[in-house]
């Protein structure tokens, strides 16, 4: 079955360390996203990636950064200058054309103790 | 900017009807609608394009008012399954590969 794959659902660490959540499709998508969403709140766009080795910030890239090394895989790393990384995270990827949809995988829930 | 839906929740019996509304402040290409269950990815639902097009769930209707920049979700004869947070994505950027800008959603609860 085709889909995205998000790793793992539950994610705890420590303040202080960077963490990299994985997202993996195999709908042969060219186009990748990575969005944050705060309980109560809409989705934020923080990086997309529209083909391979490509990426651009979306509206709150700071303090994340991403790798677009092959097309089925944009893992999202959370650094340690992210003021408040705690959040549901979610990847999609859209395959183009005339509506260009997005499909989301099931998301990572990250927690910073 | 996000745009602006209204309501924000609405608690409905199994069988009534209701309107989500979308609207922006910019010029869209298009407006895409997608249904959350707590805890779950968003689901696509609808994409309504500029100049009339769409695409989407065939028990769920949408329209696009291009001159007022809103669009609207139409939800007939309420299910159960309806319930959830409904959110609309604005395109302003031209074409279908712009970014999608979110609203805050809205929480839909259908009772029995």
């Known amino acids: 079955d085709g889909g995205i794959t998000q790793s793992p659902k539950y994610l705890f660490r420590k303040e202080g360390q960077n963490v990299t959540l994985s997202c993996e499709q195999n709908?042969?998508?060219?186009?990748m996203y990575w969005y944050r969403q705060d309980p109560g709140q809409g989705l934020r766009l923080i990086y997309y990636?529209?083909?391979?080795?490509?990426?651009q910030k979306g509206d709150i890239a700071e303090g994340y950064s991403v790798s677009r090394e092959k097309k089925e895989s944009f893992p999202l790393t959370v650094t340690s200058a992210q003021k408040n990384p705690t959040a549901f995270y979610l990847c999609?990827?859209?395959?183009?054309?005339?509506?260009?949809?997005?499909?989301f995988g099931p998301g990572t829930r990250l927690t910073v103790l | 900017q996000q745009p602006v839906q209204s309501p924000q929740a609405v608690i409905l019996r199994e069988g009534e009807d209701a309107v989500i509304n979308c609207s922006s402040s910019?010029?869209?290409?298009?407006v895409h609608w997608y249904r959350q269950k707590h805890g779950e990815a968003p689901v696509f639902l609808m994409i309504?394009?500029?100049?009339?097009e769409q695409k989407g769930h065939e028990k769920i209707s949408a329209s696009f008012n291009e001159k007022k920049q809103q669009s609207s979700l139409y939800l007939t004869a309420s299910q159960l399954s309806y319930s959830g947070t409904y959110f609309c994505?604005?395109?302003?950027?031209?074409?279908?590969?712009?970014?999608?800008?979110f609203g805050q959603g809205t929480i839909l609860t259908v009772h029995p």
């Open positions: 910019k010029a869209l290409y298009s």
């Open positions: 999609a990827s859209s395959g183009g054309g005339l509506y260009n949809e997005q499909f």
């Open positions: 709908l042969n998508h060219d186009a």
């Open positions: 309504l394009l500029k100049g009339g």
């Open positions: 990636s529209q083909i391979v080795n490509d990426f």
């Open positions: 994505g604005t395109n302003a950027g031209g074409t279908s590969y712009g970014k999608l800008t």
